[in-house]
C-alpha cells in the first residue's frame, strides 16, 4: 500500500517540459503472474496513464490514472494545473472520482528557506 500512496503524492511534483516538448506522457502496463499448481495465473493487470502539456508558457495541465481491467474502471484519475507566479507556484489539483474526490488548491513561494509560507485549501474528503 506504501507503494501505491507514494505513486500518487503528488505534494511536491513540480512538472516540468524541457526541449521545448508541447507534450509528455507514458504508459505502463502491469499485472501479478503467480505460478500454482503447475499454471500461471494474471492478475490485477492495470494500465497507468500519465500525461500533461503546457497550456502556455506558464501554464501546465497534467493528468494521471490507473484503469484496472478486471474492474473495467479508472481508478484515482487526477488531473494538476500548475503555474509558474514568478516567486510563487500556484497548483490546483482535481480527482473527479474516487475515494479521495475532491479539489487542492496551493499557493507558495518558491524560495526553498519560506517553502512554508503558502496558501492552502482542499475539499473536506481529498487525502493526498
Known sequence: MSTL???FDLENY???FSNGKLWDA???LSADAIYEDS???IESPNMTLNG????TNNWIL???????????T????????SRD??????????RPSGYSKGFRLKINLKNPDLQDVKVRSTSSNFRN
Open 62 to 72: 497534467t493528468y494521471s490514472g490507473n484503469y484496472d481491467f478486471d474492474k473495467g
Open 14 to 16: 513540480k512538472p516540468e
Open 26 to 28: 507514458t504508459i505502463r
Open 85 to 94: 507566479l514568478h516567486c510563487w507556484n500556484f497548483n490546483f489539483m482535481w
Open 5 to 7: 500512496n507514494n505513486m
Open 74 to 81: 479508472i481508478t484515482i484519475p487526477t488531473f494538476n494545473l
Open 52 to 55: 500533461g502539456f503546457n497550456l
Open 39 to 41: 499454471k500461471w495465473n
